[in-house]
């Protein structure tokens, strides 16, 4: 059976458990095809997701509630101080479709790189957070605001356009899930 290199590797300097999902995260990634191998909406859509997670990441910007929203909160949540959403089983954000819109807006099974430390939650997220940039996270993980983080963002004035990207990424997502749903039972 030949194991990737990349595993290996993952396996002498991560946590085992995080090597081992990573390595199926990377498999099923691979196996996905490219925007060059389906319908232009399709592509198109996956392309327009990026465009949001790129938008809505910028402006949410710096936050200060998902520092420490994870404290006093049993594992795997509360392992790190912040990013208790992100205490998450990595497979419950990195669905089917969520990899599909990833691997047809760029995303290659290098791009997932690891974060150092243990592993707590989802294979990225790491003492300091997210070891993924926005072009990489699933459209779930940007487009997600818990209740302290849409305080903050409200508090600070621009709560309704951030909610507004948040509703419009919502929607090219489904729209994304129902191209790729009749993709898939097109090919069958």
Known sequence: MWIPLSHLLDRLRQPRTR??????????LA?????G??????????????????????????????????????????????????????????NDDE???????GTRAQDLRLPKGDHAGCAFRGPTGC???????PNLCVRYLCPDLFR??????DGPQIAALCDEMEAVYLRFIALRAQRVRDSD
């Open 37 to 94: 191998e389906v319908p232009q909406e399709e592509a198109l859509a996956s392309a327009e997701l990026l465009r949001l997670r790129r938008e809505l990441k910028a402006a949410i910007g710096e936050v200060v509630s998902c520092r420490t929203c994870a404290v006093g909160h049993p594992p795997p949540h509360g392992h790190f101080a912040g990013g208790h959403c992100c205490g998450l089983v990595t497979e419950d954000a990195w």
């Open 131 to 137: 070891s993924l940039t926005v072009e990489h996270q």
């Open 31 to 35: 196996a996905e095809p490219n925007r």
């Open 152 to 157: 903050e963002v409200y508090a600070r004035g």
């Open 19 to 28: 090597a081992d999902e990573t390595r199926r995260l990377r498999e099923r």
């Open 99 to 105: 990899i599909a819109a990833l691997r047809q807006s």
